[in-house]
């Protein structure tokens, strides 16, 4: 039993100004997101979901990199992440079985030499819900200039028996980031005597 694709969206947005104010050059996000048939759907509790995850996690995760990386070259990717929604028939444990797995994700990771986790959201939605893929830095999870949002919608999907499996990709963190990152945070909390306790 295989992820069937019934269909595979693409959403891609440049901000140029934000708060009135040009950037230093724009960042555009990307969000790829394949539809699939959910493989558990209808056949009541499925205790081992594994077999299904082995079979063919990877084979989607390769494919949606790879559409991805036809859109954005990996080597401008600043910022990633993923999402997943799941139909009213399905559990948000079909979302989370498919992309929390390294079978999935590792083809993201290596096609961008990363070396933090990839952010995520996993949910249920109805056809049309809105689909929120958080990015943060490929490399560095303390920098919060990439902590960035990707929004898109697919108006007919997710179908009751299906799910959304999307990646989202960044050349950039946020136009005019000022809160610093945590590590400036840490100086800052040591300097003035506090512990964290």
């Known amino acids: 039993m295989s992820f069937e694709i019934r269909k595979i969206v693409s959403y891609r947005e440049t ?16 969000g790829i997101a394949a539809v699939v048939t959910n493989p558990w759907a209808g056949r009541g509790f499925v205790e081992d979901l594994k077999p299904e995850i ?5 084979a989607l995760g390769e494919e949606i990199v790879a559409r991805l990386l036809r859109e ?20 948000i444990e079909h979302a989370s079985a498919i992309i929390h797995t390294l079978r999935f994700g590792n ?14 959201t996993n949910k249920r939605g109805a056809p049309g819900t809105s689909i929120q893929i ?3 830095h490929k490399d560095d999870e303390g920098f919060r200039s990439h902590y960035i ?7 007919d999907a997710p179908r009751a028996n299906e ?3 999307a990646l989202g990709a960044a050349d950039g963190g ?3 980031p000022r809160i610093g990152n945590r590590y400036q945070d840490l100086e800052e909390l040591a300097a003035e005597g506090d512990t964290g306790q």
């Open 15 to 30: 901000t140029f100004i934000e708060g009135g104010r040009a950037g230093d050059k724009p960042v555009t996000m990307l």
């Open 149 to 155: 949002t990707l929004e898109m919608r697919i108006e």
């Open 134 to 136: 958080p990015m943060m």
């Open 54 to 58: 082995r079979q063919h996690c990877s």
């Open 163 to 165: 799910i959304v499996v």
């Open 72 to 91: 954005m070259p990996g080597d401008t990717i600043e910022a990633y992440g993923k999402a997943a929604v799941v139909g009213a028939e399905g559990e």
């Open 174 to 176: 946020r136009l005019h």
């Open 107 to 120: 083809h993201y990771r290596r096609a961008v030499n990363a070396q933090s986790y990839l952010s995520f």
